[in-house]
């Protein structure tokens, strides 16, 4: 009998230690931006309004971390209203056929102190890529107003629109091919 009751506290100690915490980004204190350099001498950026993340996590660290995130492709916006609905249009985004941007990730590896690589499927204009990130994860602490648990990140990377078919009649000294992603969040469980 001693060792049934050994074994089941060992189990439950052991499922304890490995269940997933379950984390949602916190809207007002995350932000998902983008970068293109227009005909090589300026910086124009912008973000997305509306986006959600969720990450799944066992180990203290986030070493095991999955990362999830839907962004409404409609939410962009430059703070210029007419190139917002020119990005919304089928010469770029074509919001109305795809709605969603979607990133989920396959893996994570150390990248040096709380830093890691993640990559992951990247699916925008209806086209599904791999891609590979820069993960800094900036600690958890326990946010005084609400008392719970919340986690910092920030994701970086460069991707390219001609990867994704986004902007094909915009040749590259007008726009650069190249994306700079930079994502800000704080997440609570």
Known sequence: MKKILFLAAAVVSLVAFTTPSNWNNDAAHSKLTFTVTHLGISDISG???????????????????????????????????????????????????????????????PAGKNQYKLTGNLTLHGITKPVTMDLLYRGTVENPMSKKPTSGFQVTGTIKR?????????????ISDEVRIKADGEFTK
């Open 47 to 109: 973000l997305f309004k509306n986006f959600d993340v969720k990450v799944a996590n066992s180990k203290d660290d986030f070493s095991d971390a999955v990362f999830e995130l839907s962004a409404d492709v409609a939410s962009v916006n430059t703070e210029v209203e007419m190139r917002d609905n020119h990005l919304k249009s089928a010469d770029f985004f074509d919001a109305e056929k795809y709605p969603k941007l979607t990133f989920k990730s396959t893996g994570i590896k």
């Open 162 to 174: 001609s990867d994704f078919g986004i902007g094909e009649k915009f040749p590259a000294p007008m």
